[in-house]
């Protein structure tokens, strides 16, 4: 078994290394699992039911908005599937609706509620309401996956452009190395924060206009590791031999270069995933984010803020923020040790 273990590939002894990570492997599955039932949060907190079952036919809220007069309503506005009187047409003559676990969505008011917002937990509303009387637990579920998916977006897009600059400036060196570090440090130089500002007095707040003003500043970092690897790289036998056997400039990177500079940037990917994830918060906190129909972790950090007495929104989003940051760090830790060269795959495998 070690003799199996020994002449695998690499990238098999990393990942054995990665799975002997007993926490972070555990971390690894409940962040795939997460991230799984977040994007299929509108199977988990809605407030259209699934299927309605009514007079014979089947419907599909879920998908499509009815009028409520297809329900014995009097008005040709979309359905309210929690108004009293719907639900009593609906639980009439057999006919049967299946919701969804939670019957909010992000963006749904509790008017019926018996006590006034922010409303403590209750068996209506699991973890309670906020100021405007929207579900804490429906907003959470769509803010994580939104907090998710814009880092791991954020984490994709610095990582292909920080690497495309570091490698060029890594290979070629010299004059190309010398002229783009000065161009860096002046683009570094920018004060992110004033000119996410500025953004925000001419434009309406969005995650597309943040996503655009983070991704042009989170490369830069990123890059200087792979200039250094390239730099270190570039001089080495293998590189000297593919040149001589008449490789170009991109075949020697894509093909040699780039394949044996890349464990630093693995092991930091969950590290910046998470500063994305934070930055996100932090914008939105303080107003700048998202627009405060879109769920976030940070409007409910700052409703949280100017409601002290419901412990009930600031204390689940901060367990939230911090399991996923939580998470986050235990997968890049365990990334650190399996891409470690010097680590020993057998002893680190348990074989």
């Known amino acids: 078994m070690s003799a199996v273990v020994i002449n695998a590939g690499p990238w098999r002894r990393a990942w054995l290394r990665f799975r002997a990570q007993r926490l972070a492997y555990v971390s690894l599955w409940l962040l795939a699992i997460l991230l799984v039932l977040s994007c299929g949060a509108e199977l988990l907190s809605n407030d259209k039911p699934l299927v309605v079952r009514y007079q014979g036919q089947t419907y599909y809220p879920l998908f499509k908005d009815y009028p409520e007069t297809v329900f014995g309503g009097d008005f040709p506005s979309p359905a309210d599937f929690l108004d009293p009187f719907i639900q009593q047409r609906i639980a009439e003559g057999g006919n049967w609706a299946l919701f969804a676990p939670n019957h909010y969505g992000p963006n749904t008011l509790n008017y019926f509620s018996p006590s006034p917002n922010p409303a403590p937990p209750s068996a209506v509303n699991w973890l309670g309401t906020d100021d405007r009387g929207r579900d804490i637990l429906a907003r959470l579920l769509y803010g994580f996956r939104v907090s998710l998916l814009f880092g791991l977006a954020l984490t994709v897009v610095g990582c292909v452009v920080g690497i ?178 010097r680590a020993n795959p057998v002893a680190k495998a348990g074989l």
Do not use: C
């Not at 914008?283 to 700052?302: I, R």
């Open 164 to 341: 495309f600059f570091g490698a060029l400036q890594g290979y070629f060196a010299g004059k190309v190395d010398l002229t783009m570090q000065r161009l860096i440090e002046v683009w570094a130089s920018v004060p992110e924060l004033y000119l996410l500002l500025i953004l925000a007095s001419m434009f309406e707040p969005s995650l597309l206009v943040l996503f655009v003003i983070l991704s042009v500043f989170g490369w830069m970092g990123l890059s200087d590791y792979v200039r250094g690897e390239f730099l270190r790289n570039r001089n080495l036998e293998y590189v000297t031999a593919a040149r001589a056997l008449g490789l170009s400039d991109w075949q020697i990177i894509r093909r040699h270069l780039l394949p044996n500079s890349l464990t630093s940037v693995i092991a930091f990917l969950p590290f910046r995933m998470s500063g994305a994830v934070l930055a996100l918060t932090s914008f939105d906190f303080l107003g700048l984010g998202v627009p405060q129909e879109v769920p976030s972790l940070g409007e409910l950090l700052a409703q949280g803020k100017a409601n002290l007495d419901a412990w009930w929104i600031s204390l689940p989003t901060f367990a939230v923020l911090v399991g996923m940051l939580l998470l986050l760090v235990f997968v890049g830790e365990g990334l650190r040790a399996a891409l470690d060269p």
